[in-house]
């Protein structure tokens, strides 16, 4: 790491390089002028100029040409040393002057004629603050490497698309951040049966992530091995009851709709706990699959009241979580005629074709929350 000098008097120079040698300091870079730090640093050169590996910049305020100010800004404004702290090292002793230099981006200042301890001083400081955001430039390169990490695994237990003899079932999922509170699975039960659930954890992020893993790894055992909707949603709520922590303020809980489909009967049977409504088109009639339940894990006990709809040609499934209507009116609600007549419309196209046609994705706006929509069809 190098410390540059720059000033256009050699014999200032060899001040400051005489009292940093002393001091212990080593690999001292000097330039006499603006234009000789741009080429030290590479600035205005190729992107394949290496980088110079500087840990701080001390700086004339006045130099012929360009002056300190004016290089103080040039050289903070590249990504690559927006970081390194610059003292000014001046004569000028206008307060207004070195409010600019401030402004500027400078960190310090030091007036000539230079006290050896005052400058020593104000570059153990800079030092030390050079070295705080460092550490915390490697601790946000970690973070987002492990959510990044943790995204991808995420990802791994959504379940891949179905598309047998029988249906099609597909999702589109856009998560607010790296990670989502967000969850689907599908299982194929046996010959003639597939369980669906799709569920919206509370709030977004890390914590609803970890929360939708917790019930990922129970999930596919308990759909698969309870054959009752009851039993499944009443043992749900049991997991996400274990999570409730004494004292604690908050409290987990999920919305989901948790369906089983039945090509031999031709039949659906449905639990929505709490949940946006499901669109079912049933024979191309629009049917809602309404809440009725509370949402999971609100209450130690779940009461669990099913719904049951029967198709007798074809029928057509649209699972959503609320972000999907959020990003649609901005926050605002949506009449289940609007959200019937525009998934009519759409009703062949993939899930993130689906999505596309419903949210304006150009209108520079920030997405709030988690979407995601689950379709099935029947063949």
């Known amino acids: 790491m190098s410390i540059i000098i720059v000033d256009d ?46 840990e701080l910049i001390l700086m004339d305020m006045m130099m012929p040409d360009i002056d300190g100010i004016e290089a103080c800004r040039t050289v903070l404004q590249d990504s690559r040393y927006k970081d390194i702290p610059i003292i000014f090292v001046t004569a000028v002793g206008d307060s207004n002057k070195m409010a600019e230099a401030l402004d500027a981006g400078a960190c310090d200042y030091v007036m000539k004629p230079i006290n050896r301890m005052e400058l020593l001083a104000r570059i153990r400081s800079a030092m030390r603050l050079k070295q705080e955001i ?24 959504l379940s891949s698309e179905i598309d047998d003899e029988n249906v099609r079932i597909n999702a589109a999922y856009q998560p607010s951040s790296e990670l989502a509170g967000d969850f689907y699975n599908w299982y194929r039960i046996d010959k003639n049966r597939y369980g669906v659930i799709l569920l919206d954890m509370m709030g977004h992020g890390i914590s609803s992530s970890l929360v939708c893993m917790y019930i990922s790894s129970v999930l596919r055992d308990t759909i698969t091995r309870m054959h009752d909707m009851e039993q499944v949603m009443n043992e749900l709520n049991r997991y996400m009851n274990q999570l409730h922590i ?40 629009p049917a809602l699959l309404e809440p009725c339940c509370s949402a999971i894990g609100f209450f130690e006990k779940l009461k669990v009241t099913k719904g049951k709809l029967y198709y ?12 999907l209507t959020d990003g649609m009116t901005g926050g605002k609600e949506m009449s289940s005629e609007t959200l019937i ?20 994705t150009d209108n520079g706006s920030v997405q709030q929350d988690d979407i995601c929509l689950v379709t099935l069809y029947t063949k």
Do not use: C
């Open 9 to 54: 008097n050699a014999t200032n120079q060899l001040i400051i390089q005489t009292i940093l040698a002393k001091a212990g300091y080593r690999n001292l870079l000097t330039a006499s002028s603006a234009r000789e730090l741009y080429d030290l640093l590479g600035i205005g050169m190729s992107a394949t100029t290496p980088d110079t590996d500087v």
């Open 134 to 157: 460092d550490r915390h430039k490697e601790r946000d390169k970690n973070m987002r490497y492990n959510l990044e990490l943790a995204k991808q695994v995420q990802l791994s237990v």
């Open 246 to 285: 004494k004292d604690e303020l908050m409290n987990y809980y999920f919305t989901a709709i948790y369906l089983v489909l039945d090509v031999e009967e031709k039949s659906i049977e449905y639990v929505n706990a709490g949940h946006p409504p499901g669109i079912a088109f049933l024979d191309g009639k």
């Open 312 to 323: 007798e040609q074809n029928a057509g499934i649209v699972l959503y979580t609320d972000g």
């Open 341 to 360: 007549g525009l998934m009519r419309n759409e009703e062949q196209l993939d899930p993130s074709g689906l999505v596309a046609s419903m949210i304006q």
